[in-house]
């Protein structure tokens, strides 16, 4: 049945213990490069601390959210992680690692067979052969509970005292990493889209100015009329891709951008176009302007770059912005050589990267913001060749 500490005399983990839990949640912080790897790291370091055979890392979006999301796990196979995410979702309230958030203290479970607590999510976990678990609350100091720690172990029996105690002080240190993580991982992704838009403005301000020169120069020689069909030509170019971007996107940041990458592609010679079908009045949940950059930006970059060495008739690229009920799409397609399946699987890797002297880390920003508003991304290889990235974002 459902358990709490008890407040009988009980042994306490020794202060060696607790260090080392603290130290071990410490060295995860400063070892990850990113927020996925920080909460691996975390989940690895209390299985091993206490000696469990797994332990997984849920969170939720906010306060009022009460769906919770496994968002790193060691030792949990990646079905049990997928049934505990999409077939048996875990909901604040509900179950033991609900009712830890629910309660904010630690709930213990000594046999996952006879407890009725976990009757929804049982034929599974005796797959995954676990017995006993424990939820401890992940609650930062003057914060909300945002998730919670859960610890599995092979064999049925009671928690010990000190294992609830050691993993409570790591719980209480994990949170406060995992809230610094947050605040790194999103300070990143706004570099990202700031340095995404700092680039296009840069190139095009750039551009203007080549062609202020080119008019002034012009004029200066008497050539009056070709300056005047100069000027007639930039601004024709200007507002044919003007209409077609702003007629479908709605969101000014967005459009924006959308229109200085295709006016500098243009001078490189590559046409990009919006799909007509596009349409998109608001951003999903979760997702801000400077992300929305951050996803599009790189996928366009990359198109780009695909193609810039193609001949004329495929030097294009084709963006598809699409917002639906249920989810809003986005889709960057290029007519370059494609690339490898192998590659395929890997592109969102950090520090892979097809074209040598690229770090791949774009890429990767896309894949987080992805999984972090639940979504999706797909690679395909269309039959007229090239490559197609679909990111799909839940409303």
Known sequence: MVSAPTTAPRERSSTAEQLAAVMAVSAAVAE??????TLTQIARAAATTIGAKACAVYLRE??????????ASYGLSPRYVQHLNSVQPLVVG?????LAIHRAEPILIQDILDDPLCEPWRPVALEESVRAMMSVPLRPKGSFVMGGLNAYREEPGPWTPGEVDLLSTLADHAAIAIRTAHLLDHTRRQVEGLSLMVRSLRAQGHEHSNRLHAIYGLLTLGEAEQARRMIASIEEGYHSIYGRVTA???NATLAGFLLAESAIALQS???ITVDARSRLESLPRGLD????????GNLIHNAVEAVSEMNPSRRRVSILVLERADATLFRVRDWGSGIDTDAARRIFDRDFSTKPGHSGIGLSFVESIVKRCRGAIAVEQPS???TSISVTLPA
């Open 269 to 271: 010679g590559i046409r």
């Open 62 to 71: 906010s306060e009022v959210d009460d769906e919770l999301t496994v968002v």
């Open 94 to 98: 509900r179950g033991p690692s609900g």
């Open 384 to 386: 007229g060749g090239g």
């Open 248 to 250: 479908r996107i709605e």
């Open 32 to 37: 990850a490069s990113d927020l996925d790897e």
């Open 289 to 296: 302007d400077l992300d929305a950059v951050t996803v599009l």
